[in-house]
């Protein structure tokens, strides 16, 4: 039946909402049922409001108290939380600078143990053999023109590139190397750029935790200072503490 209903509605005529008269055109347009609609659902809306805070307002006991009263504020029809200072004493401020000097100086040591570990397993000799040779042999005029460096050194000629690891022909006759193909060599040098990559992380993590440390140290430093105040000779920046001079005092 209800697929009968939906065929006969098609062919319904539609009705027109008529629009304001010409006489009346001063007044503005034509409230429709949907502008209607939505006014009276507004209405309604802030009327059950206005009835709750009515209601709450005849329930409210007029010695109710609550910290929060005083603790926040209304700005701009919005609620802020009244922020108070943290009151500490001077030993109160040195304790906690304290802890936190030994907590820096506990991470920086591990970050010194990082690096120290990386750099005795990469060796760094991709950095050596970057570097110019500089070695110099001191011979004779007549040996000087069959000279033979490889020769000389009792090592392939292959590897004179290379400043360190690089042994002599009799130990690569003792030697059994492995089988790496291209696939094997790419893979290692992958495995060494990370490595070196979290080397440099371990140094700039540890370079600035030295920093702080160094602030740190001069704060407290200056929290010490009771008679003469010590001068500034530079600002502190990003990468470096502040420099003072302290007066010389005599100690009896």
Do not use: C
Not at 192 to 220: C, D, G
Not at 228 to 244: D, G, H, Q, R, V
């Amino acid at each position: 039946m209800s697929s009968w209903k939906k065929a006969a509605k098609a062919n319904q005529k539609t009705h027109k909402e008529r629009h304001q008269p010409e006489s009346r055109k001063h007044l503005g347009l034509l409230e429709k049922k949907k502008d209607y609609k939505q006014r009276a659902e507004d209405y309604h809306k802030k009327g059950k409001v206005l009835k709750i805070l009515h209601k709450r307002a005849l329930d409210k006991n007029p010695d109710e108290f609550y910290f929060h009263m005083i603790n926040s504020k209304i700005k701009d029809g919005v609620h802020h939380e009244i922020k108070k200072g943290v009151v500490n004493t001077p030993e109160q401020l040195k304790l906690m600078q304290t802890q936190d000097l030994k907590y820096i100086n506990m991470k920086r040591t591990i970050e010194s143990r990082n690096i120290e570990r990386l750099q005795a397993q990469l060796h760094m000799t991709d950095i050596a053999d970057a570097t110019p040779n500089t070695h110099v042999f001191f011979v004779d005029e007549e040996e000087a023109k069959d000279f033979d460096i490889a020769k000389r050194l009792d090592t392939h000629p292959s590897l004179l590139i290379r400043k360190s690891n690089r042994p002599k022909l009799s130990q690569l006759n003792k030697m059994t190397l492995p089988e790496i193909n291209e696939k094997t060599a790419e893979e290692l040098q992958k495995l060494r750029q990370k490595q070196y990559k979290k080397l440099s992380q371990h140094i700039e993590r540890e370079k600035n935790l030295t920093v702080l440390q160094q602030k740190i140290e001069i704060k407290k430093h200056l929290q010490n200072v009771k008679i003469l105040k010590p001068k500034k000779i530079k600002n502190e920046t990003a990468t470096s503490a502040p420099i003072y001079e302290f007066p010389y005092i005599r100690k009896k």
